[in-house]
């Protein structure tokens, strides 16, 4: 039953694929720094549209730095973002942003939440994003008598209601208990799989970045120090083979490659170089 | 088993059992002579004097009066500590400039400034206005400001991806995010707009409470400088039943005011 319906919902994948809902996104030498701190060095990073990508990488190595950069948040240092191939402006219209911690207005009922910032008559749309994360019928209540979990799904219908055409989300699960959080991964990539956002999420578990991207991409030293497809079959199963030995090699990298500096490796490549 | 009172019931009753039984033996010292009814008259008589004050009209006038001058005291001194409370807290330039200032005069205390004030504008309503403005002023001042510039940076800058204006961002998240502790700022005003509007009153003025229980002093009646003092509690009280009454309305969203 479950394959089934991943194999309708895959074919319904390559149909939407076709219209390009998500966005072309790409990263071009993207360097960003704080007064004479280097974050981000050169960094390149190309995703296709509806293309789901995860980022992991040690604490403060600049993942949500360059999550930022791609919502227009801060001004890059040098280098750029194209959406469709055009550069960013001031704010990514098209994009959405959803964090660890929640941010909902708490003077706020749900419904009114979800449709933070729309004009005109967007009651019927918020209903919708309710309904993709299962919370309509928690439409009129308070923040506050939420759970940890439904408020993040609030969040996600908020991030939703606009139809976004990319998604970043920053840690968004990070707060959350073991079983909330497989549950709000699987809702992810189900709503993901209808409306086919082109989607980058950091992540600090290994497992989730498998368990949801088409790549994931390991941040090191201002920039990619690892990009590696995930050519597993949706739904994934995390007691696969494959999908542990995958988890393994990721971790195994981001471990061994955490004392080497990128810097490091170019002066070596470059000493190699005029050997 | 027969229970004559429901939980709810006693929570509501409690609190008035220790008043009422202190009342009651106030009376009966009174009335056995303990206390001197030049001291302290009894409860009855009290009430007496209040019943007499009331039904000579007298008693409506001065509240009136008084309630007139804690109100515009409290829309004046509120309205310019609230205005500067959200400059300051928005803007950096804003409270760069005037912040310090406000704190340095923050700390004389407005009744000290009272032979000042009678200089300045006699023994009419204008001075008792302006005091009970100046004491009003700071706690909605600081409250104001504490409140916006402890809202959430974040949840600002969620407003600004979600495409919120200026003022859109102000109205559905500075001033929402802020109103608990400008709710604050309102209940310590309240109280303070009572005491100075007391002190005011009986130190120099024809009219209101104040006068009706320095007048009172004059001629030797206990009982009604009693009754003044009562009336002033009463009155305190119901400000800040009214200061509650708000928060419950205004905060509703507030965890500490569900369930
Ligand atoms: N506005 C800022 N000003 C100065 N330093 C910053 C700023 N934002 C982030 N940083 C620094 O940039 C580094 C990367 O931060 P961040 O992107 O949040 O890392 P990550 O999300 O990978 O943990 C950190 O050392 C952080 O202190
Ligand atoms: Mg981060």
Redesign the pocket.
Same mark, same amino acid.
């Given at each position: 039953m479950a394959s089934q319906l991943s194999i309708l919902s895959n074919l319904s994948n390559e149909y939407m694929t076709m219209t390009y809902k998500g966005v072309d996104l790409k990263i071009l030498e993207l360097s960003k720094a704080?007064?004479d701190?280097k %974050?981000l060095q050169q960094l390149d990073l190309e995703l296709a549209p509806g293309e789901f990508v995860a980022i992991v990488?040690? =604490?403060?190595?600049?993942? =949500?730095?360059?999550?930022?950069l791609i919502a227009g948040l801060?001004t890059p240092t040098s280098g750029g973002v194209l959406i469709d191939g055009e550069p960013l402006g001031k704010l990514n219209q098209s994009a959405r942003m959803m964090f660890q911690d929640e941010r909902l207005l708490l003077w706020k009922r749900v419904l009114e939440n979800v449709g933070l910032g729309q004009r005109g008559d967007w009651g019927p749309q918020a209903l919708w994003a309710l309904e993709q994360v299962g919370l309509a019928d928690r439409a009129h209540d308070w923040i506050a008598s939420l759970s940890g979990g439904q408020r993040q799904r609030v969040a996600l219908a908020r991030a939703l209601v606009s139809q976004p055409r990319l998604l970043l989300l920053?840690?968004p699960l990070g707060a959350l208990d073991a079983l909330t959080r497989i549950e709000m991964q699987r809702l992810i990539e189900d709503i993901w799989q209808k409306q086919q956002f082109t989607t980058l999420l %950091?992540t600090h578990d290994v497992e989730e970045a498998v368990t949801l991207a088409d790549r994931v991409v390991l941040?090191e030293a201002g920039g990619v120090e690892l990009d590696l497809p995930v050519p597993l079959p949706r739904p994934r199963q995390r007691g696969d083979a494959m999908f542990a030995a995958l988890v393994e090699r990721i971790l195994e990298r981001v471990l061994n490659s955490k004392n080497v500096s990128r810097k490091q490796t170019a002066n070596q490549q470059y000493i190699y170089s005029n050997n | 088993m027969n229970k004559i009172l429901n939980k709810k019931q006693i929570n509501l009753l409690a609190p008035w059992i220790v008043p009422i039984l202190l009342i009651l033996i106030w009376q009966v010292l009174a009335q056995i002579g303990w206390i001197s009814t030049r001291v302290l008259p009894a409860p009855i008589a009290v009430l007496k004097a209040g019943i007499h004050l009331a039904s000579t009209g007298e008693l409506y006038k001065h509240i009136y009066i008084s309630t007139v001058r804690a109100m515009w005291g409290f829309i004046i001194g509120g309205l310019v500590g609230f205005g500067l409370g959200l400059l300051n807290g928005i803007f950096r330039w804003s409270e760069l400039l005037l912040d310090t200032s406000i704190q340095m005069l923050r700390n004389i205390p407005h009744l000290a400034m009272i032979p000042l004030v009678i200089l300045w504008f006699g023994i009419g309503d204008t001075g008792r206005v302006f005091l009970v403005a100046i004491g009003v002023l700071f706690p909605i001042y600081i409250n104001t400001y504490l409140g916006i510039r402890t809202v959430d940076r974040g949840l600002l800058e969620m407003g600004k991806i979600y495409g919120l204006s200026f003022w859109e961002l102000f109205w559905q998240i500075l001033l929402p995010g802020a109103l608990p502790s400008i709710l604050v700022g309102v209940r310590f005003a309240l109280g303070i707009m009572w005491l100075t509007l007391i002190v005011a009153e009986t130190i120099a003025a024809n009219s209101g409470i104040g006068y009706l229980a320095m007048n009172a002093r004059e001629f030797m009646q206990t009982d009604v400088v009693v009754f003044a003092i009562l009336l002033y509690a009463l009155l305190g009280k119901l400000a800040d039943a009214i200061a509650r009454l708000l928060e419950t309305k205004l905060l509703q969203w507030h965890p500490s005011y569900q369930f």
């Open positions: 704080f007064g701190k %974050i990488g040690r =604490s403060g190595c600049g993942k =949500s730095t360059l999550l930022r801060e920053d840690e %950091i941040l | -």
